[in-house]
């Protein structure tokens, strides 16, 4: 009787023990994950307010593969009133457009933009902030000129004082974003409405994005109307 007593007790830790260690699950059956955030934020793109908690984006259990085919599903994640994503000759455009030198002081500050705030961004997410500019321009609501609209005060945060910086002009990244800034102008693929003149990186949350209509996601940034 003894070593049966012993025997369920120590059975009975066993049981309890396991069960300590396994994650919480809530009533519907789903397994709460406590996790860490990471605090490191710097601000990008047209906010400088302070950064909060990265904006969680859901997706599909099966999304698509390869960085062309992820840009565009993101893109079309809930959306009914834009665009379709660039098809894949964008990318053959972009490489027969590639220069260093541009058209003029516009064209200039248009490929800037595309270079200093999506350079690392796909090709169709370079595309929509050179489309962001050149719907400002055409809107009424902001300065008539690329420049104008780039420099404009406490708007792009790479701009200093109305200045923007020097691009590295030798690297690919210029020479994309010149072809980027001349499809743009084309105006033949289209990743953003007309009416889409702001956006954001999806890892900071500014007031500002709660009082509009979110449009579209493509990469790391989030546009609205």
Do not use: K
């Not at 049966?4 to 300590?20: E, G, H, K, M």
């Not at 710097?42 to 984006?57: E, F, I, K, Q």
């Not at 809107?139 to 780039?150: E, L, M």
């Amino acid at each position: 009787m003894v070593r049966f007593t012993r025997a369920a007790a120590a059975a009975a830790l066993v049981v309890a023990s396991f069960a300590f260690a396994a994650p919480a699950a809530a009533a519907d059956g789903s397994i709460f994950d406590h996790g860490t955030v990471n605090a490191g934020i710097s601000p990008l793109g047209l906010n400088n307010a302070a950064p909060v908690a990265p904006v969680a984006a859901a997706a599909p259990a099966a999304a698509p593969s390869g960085p062309s085919s992820v840009a565009a599903f993101q893109h079309m994640v809930g959306l009914a009133d834009v665009p379709a994503p660039a098809s894949r000759s964008l990318e053959a455009d972009v490489a027969r457009l590639a220069a260093v030198e541009t058209a003029g002081a516009e064209e200039d500050c248009l490929a800037n933009a595309v270079y200093f705030e999506a350079r690392g961004e796909s090709l169709e997410g370079q595309l929509a902030v050179a489309e962001v500019v050149m719907n400002r321009a055409r809107s009424g609501r902001y300065p008539a000129t690329w420049c104008g609209v780039v420099t404009q005060r406490s708007q792009f945060s790479f701009v200093r004082g109305g200045v923007i910086p020097a691009a590295n002009r030798g690297s690919d990244a210029w020479r994309r974003a010149v072809a980027i800034a001349r499809i743009a102008q084309q105006g033949s693929t289209r990743m953003l409405a007309a009416n889409v003149l702001w956006y954001h990186a999806n890892y900071v949350a500014p007031s500002w994005g709660r009082r509009l209509a979110r449009s579209s996601v493509i990469g790391a940034h989030i546009f609205y109307r």
